[in-house]
């Protein structure tokens, strides 16, 4: 049984940077993505990388600020996060799939979530 667990939330001021890291163990998990949870809103789509290194975005909230990566070896998943905003306040989740090497925006395609990792914005 695969399991996943996200470390590197905290509290930021606005413009300030993160780096959340998700430490897979168990079988191997091929597509990889994060996804955040703002209190009272939907889990939305942030990034995703699959096997072999490419990388999709919610264009729309992350517009350049944040970058997705991945080493194998160490089965981990990062996501650089600069120019921290007060609305990137949320939980972040790591998810990854057992099936798909391909990245995916969608929740229904991953089948494997971490517990979430929150962070906090100040203004």
């Known amino acids: 049984q695969a399991q996943l667990v996200e470390s590197g939330g905290g509290l930021v001021q606005a413009g300030g940077s993160l780096r959340l890291s998700c430490a897979a163990s168990?079988?191997?998990?091929?597509?990889m993505g994060w996804f955040r949870q703002a209190p009272g809103k939907d889990r939305e789509f942030v990034a995703a990388i699959g096997w072999s290194g490419g990388a999709v975005y919610n264009t729309d909230s992350v517009k350049g600020r944040f970058t997705i990566s991945r080493d194998n070896a160490k089965k981990t998943v990062y996501l650089q996060i600069n120019s921290l905003k007060p609305e990137d306040t949320a939980v972040y989740f790591c998810?990854?799939?057992?099936?798909?090497?391909?990245?995916?925006?969608?929740?229904?395609?991953?089948?494997?979530w971490g517990q979430g990792t929150q962070v906090t914005v100040s203004s």
């Open positions: 168990g079988r191997t998990l091929y597509a």
């Open positions: 998810a990854a799939s057992s099936r798909s090497y391909v990245p995916g925006v969608k929740i229904n395609e991953y089948d494997v």
